[in-house]
Structures are given as structure tokens and as C-alpha cells.
């Protein structure tokens, strides 16, 4: 059972947008910044998102974030093929004086 | 090019030990505090331990609490994780993970840079 909580799924079109959420609690969301992660099949993890809503240097602005009290959301629009991953959301939880992550979404591209 | 390199992994017995390492490159090692973050087909990927750029605060996460211990030496680039009493739950592929520059307070926490991960497998 994931600290941070993310449905399994999401299905779209290429070319469509998709949305994926990551819910906590304020010990981690709500007291701090929130990164998102690219797993490809069959590699590691890549960070896409940092400090809630920001991209490293050579990810294109298709993907955006954002955070709303002990919630935040991954946006990819425009979806290509190529975007078909696994996606995770991760923080750091002060009351378990951990780092946690969410479940993990799988994208599928229709 | 940034590069971090595991090592260590493989087939152990239940209550065995290991020592995985990870060696890195491109990227001044003593100025970034370091994660190890492992990854089953089932569980996702779970965080296991963090320590500071100079050893001075270390975490883990609690089902590894007093079993693993986190290390590193900044004089060679290098990160360990000596793994004892491993358990069959133990089997996954762990990654050596390097924490963003804002890493260690103020709420900043993202994981910029992962290694390709070393295999461990727990079986008898």
C-alpha cells in the first residue's frame, strides 16, 4: 500500500490529454514540493517534474504540473505513443521522515 | 554526462548479506545528498534510505530499519548499501538515486538522476 495515492490506469487517443492524480496527506503533499517520474518500459525512472510544476532541461512543455493543498496532478497533452509509461508521483513525508511515492499510473496510448 | 553505476546485486539465501554499490561520475559527488530506491514487478518503487552529502543525517524506511545500512565515501564517488538478514521480500532491482541540489530542507525533494539498478534476488 503506496503512502500517496494514484489510479492504476488512464487510456487516451494520441493527440488527447490526460490527467493523473496523486492524492497525500498534509505531512507530505501539503508540506512539500512534489516531483513526477517517467518510467519507460524496461528502464529507470526519469524525473519530469520538480518543485510541483517545474521541467528539467529537455522535457518539452506537453507535460506540466501542479499542486492544490495535499493533492497534485501530472498533465500530458498532446499524448504520442511514445508517452506510453508508467508514471509516479513522489515527495517527502515529514512524519515518517521518509521519501514516498504513489502507486504509479500505467498510460496507455489507444 | 552524469552517470551512476550499481553494483552487488544477485542471488543470496534467506538471512544472507549483501553489498550493493554504486559509483558515480560527471558531477561533484560530495555536494548531493543520495537515495536507494528499489522496484518490484508488484510494489511499485519504493524509497529506502536517504543520506546527506557529508553522512550527517541518514533515514530508512521502516521494514529495513536495523537490517540495511546506508553509507558512502565521497573521497571515491561511491555509495553503498550493506544489506542483512534479507528476506524473500527483499528480491527487486535497486536503484542508486541522486537527490536535486535543493535536496535536504525547505520542503525540496526530487530525485534527479537514477542509475540503471542492480538485481537482487532472495531464494533458497
Redesign the interface.
Given at each position: 500500500q503506496?503512502v500517496l495515492t494514484q489510479s492504476p490506469s488512464v487510456f487516451a487517443a494520441p493527440g488527447q490529454k490526460v490527467s493523473i492524480s496523486c492524492s497525500g496527506r498534509d505531512s507530505n503533499i501539503g508540506?512539500?514540493?512534489v516531483?513526477w517520474?517517467q518510467q519507460l518500459p524496461g528502464t529507470?525512472?526519469?524525473?519530469l517534474i520538480?518543485?510541483n510544476d517545474k521541467r528539467?532541461s529537455g522535457i518539452p512543455d506537453r507535460f506540466s504540473g501542479s499542486k492544490s493543498g495535499t493533492s497534485a496532478t501530472l498533465g500530458i497533452t498532446g499524448l504520442q505513443t511514445g508517452d506510453e509509461a508508467?508514471y509516479?508521483c513522489?515527495?517527502?513525508d515529514d512524519y515518517?521522515?521518509?521519501?514516498?511515492?504513489?502507486?504509479?499510473t500505467k498510460v496507455t496510448v489507444l | 554526462e552524469v552517470q551512476l553505476v550499481e553494483s552487488g546485486g544477485g542471488l543470496v539465501q534467506p538471512g544472507g548479506s549483501l553489498r550493493l554499490s554504486c559509483v558515480v561520475s560527471g558531477f561533484t559527488f560530495s555536494h548531493f545528498s543520495m537515495n536507494w530506491v528499489r522496484q518490484t514487478p508488484g510494489r511499485g518503487l519504493e524509497w529506502l534510505s536517504y543520506i546527506g552529502s557529508r553522512s550527517d543525517v541518514i533515514y530508512y524506511e521502516d521494514s529495513v530499519k536495523g537490517r540495511f545500512t546506508i553509507s558512502r565515501d565521497n573521497a571515491k564517488n561511491s555509495l553503498y548499501l550493506q544489506m542483512n538478514s534479507l528476506r524473500a521480500e527483499d528480491t527487486a532491482l535497486y536503484y542508486c538515486v541522486r537527490c536535486g541540489v535543493k535536496c535536504g530542507g525547505g520542503g525540496y525533494y526530487d530525485l534527479d538522476v537514477w542509475g540503471q539498478g542492480t538485481a537482487v534476488t532472495v531464494s533458497s
Open positions: 503506496s508540506n512539500n514540493y516531483a517520474y529507470a525512472p526519469k524525473l520538480y518543485d528539467p508508467d509516479y513522489g515527495t517527502w515518517l521522515a521518509a521519501g514516498v511515492f504513489g502507486g504509479g | -
